[in-house]
């Protein structure tokens, strides 16, 4: 079975800092792929990065990258530059492509840029 | 305007009630799924469906049903409300692979 978990509820970063934000999976099929949403205050669902399980490279949108660990099931997101308008709950959430292509959230980070 | 929509935005229900709540979509996508979001639970996923006269279930499906008629619409049916069942709703939809789903704006849904 799919599982994904984000172990900070919240997380606290400057203006013009960058943040890693957590996020680790579980999945028995070699197939998967990762995204990456966020959620401001308003409500809206907002896709941010993609990170499918055989690309070589870890993706880059803008100032949005993730740190994609195979071997450690990890694919942590990481925002540079933080700026106010990122303040909101980011989720993880993890697709199987091969056999169901659901797509299972983690239970979100919610984060705070401060100036 | 494409992208994927959701009616209603508000409902009030009483326990006991029936209703569903509508989604469309007009991009053509194969995929579409139906979440629901409560707070410190994430987005769970309620039923899905690959395809036209395609759906599963997906992590939370009990006191909800779904069918899939044709290629756009998707509504998902409370047949009997629980206050359990308050909570935001999310229907979203997706070529599938590597593309991300578009949601749509969302449901609040409130049992009393």
């Known amino acids: 079975a799919q599982k994904i978990t984000q172990t900070q509820p919240g997380m606290f970063v400057q203006e013009k800092e960058a943040v890693t934000l957590d996020c680790t999976y579980d999945t028995s099929d070699p197939s998967y792929g990762l995204f990456w949403y966020k959620q401001p205050s308003s409500g809206e669902m907002i896709f941010l990065i993609y990170?499918?399980?055989?690309?070589?490279q870890n993706a880059t949108e803008g100032r949005y990258s993730l740190n994609f660990q195979k071997a450690r099931k990890s694919a942590n997101l990481v925002i540079s530059a933080s700026q106010l308008g990122d303040s909101a709950m980011y989720f993880c959430?993890?697709?199987?492509?091969?056999?169901?292509?659901?797509?299972?959230f983690g239970t979100g980070t919610r984060l705070q840029v401060f100036p | 305007n494409a992208g994927v929509t959701q009616t209603p935005k508000f409902q009030v229900l009483k326990t006991g009630q029936s209703m569903t709540l509508q989604c469309a979509q007009d991009m053509n996508h194969e995929y579409m799924s139906w979440y629901r979001q409560d707070p410190g639970m994430g987005l769970r996923l309620i039923h899905y469906s690959v395809g036209a006269g395609i759906t599963d279930q997906g992590e939370v499906p009990n006191g909800y049903n779904v069918s899939r008629s044709t290629t756009e619409d998707f509504p998902l049916r409370l047949l009997s409300a629980a206050p359990s069942q308050t909570s935001v709703y999310f229907c979203?939809?997706?070529?599938?692979?590597?593309?991300?789903?578009?949601f749509g704006s969302g449901t609040r849904l409130t049992v009393v």
């Open positions: 990170q499918g399980s055989y690309d070589q």
């Open positions: 959430a993890m697709r199987d492509l091969d056999n169901t292509d659901k797509l299972i």
């Open positions: 979203a939809s997706s070529y599938g692979g590597r593309y991300g789903y578009t």
